[in-house]
């Protein structure tokens, strides 16, 4: 897969995604455009973490906040306060030739996971049938924004634990870019799977990391990916 380290400054140069990228160029703009978006973060991210010092009912209420970077790409940046920590994880959003809403959710030294149109779908007639497709994205991203993953090496299967279910995905660069397909409800879970979203949700907990001041090696969303 590329490094967006290793491009040089007129390849780093973002550019818009666009509805007829495939998931792999979705999540290659994406990486470019980081920069932009993490210096127009450093400011929300400093008055969020002034606002949790002084008020406590902030912890555990997810944050969204709305950017359109330069190159023109549309990024949701999900935000959660808990007690010690504020945990920041950056999805861009387009719409396909369809009309439909799509999302990427981008990490800079992890697994990226593109999210098809079909799992925000079917999470809506789940737990959200308004008629308005972005408020739907919006709701998923806010309520989900904590992945749990595990990953078959037998077969090319991907899945992921999140607070309302479970998705089930595949690989489309190996241990980089997985594509999320399939969204299943608690309630339709088969036992094996009941097992395995326990085993997720536990590593979603472990997966807090503390907030790092901007500027540092590490962003606060280069969240480091699970060991095999």
């Not at 969020?48 to 790409?73: I, T, V």
């Not at 994880?89 to 387009?94: A, E, G, I, L, Q």
């Not at 998705?167 to 036992?191: C, M, S």
Request: aromatic content about 10%.
């Amino acid at each position: 897969m590329w490094n967006p380290r290793l491009l040089s400054p007129v390849e780093r140069r973002a550019t818009m995604i666009v509805e007829t990228h495939s998931p792999e160029q979705v999540v290659r703009e994406a990486l470019r455009d980081m920069p932009a978006l993490w210096n127009k973060m450093k400011d929300p991210i400093a008055r969020l973490q002034r606002r949790m010092r002084k008020d406590k009912s902030l912890r555990m209420e997810p944050q969204l906040f709305e950017y359109r970077s330069h190159a023109g790409n549309n990024w949701l940046i999900a935000m959660l306060p808990t007690k010690k920590v504020l945990n920041i994880v950056p999805f861009v959003w387009y719409r396909g030739r369809d009309g439909y809403y799509r999302a990427a959710r981008i990490m800079q030294d992890g697994v990226c996971y593109h999210i098809s149109h079909h799992v925000l779908e079917q999470y809506a007639e789940r737990f959200n049938r308004t008629g308005d497709g972005f408020m739907r994205l919006k709701e998923f991203i806010r309520e989900n924004m904590s992945f749990g993953t595990e990953y078959c090496f037998d077969n090319n299967d991907a899945r992921v634990g999140i607070t309302h279910g479970y998705i089930i995905g595949t690989w489309l660069v190996p241990h980089e870019v997985a594509q999320l397909i399939t969204f299943v409800d608690h309630g339709k879970l088969f036992p094996d799977q009941l097992e395995q979203m326990e085993r997720l949700d536990q590593w979603r907990a472990e997966s807090i990391r503390p907030v790092r001041i901007p500027g540092q090696d590490m962003n606060p969303w280069d969240i480091p990916r699970k060991a095999a």
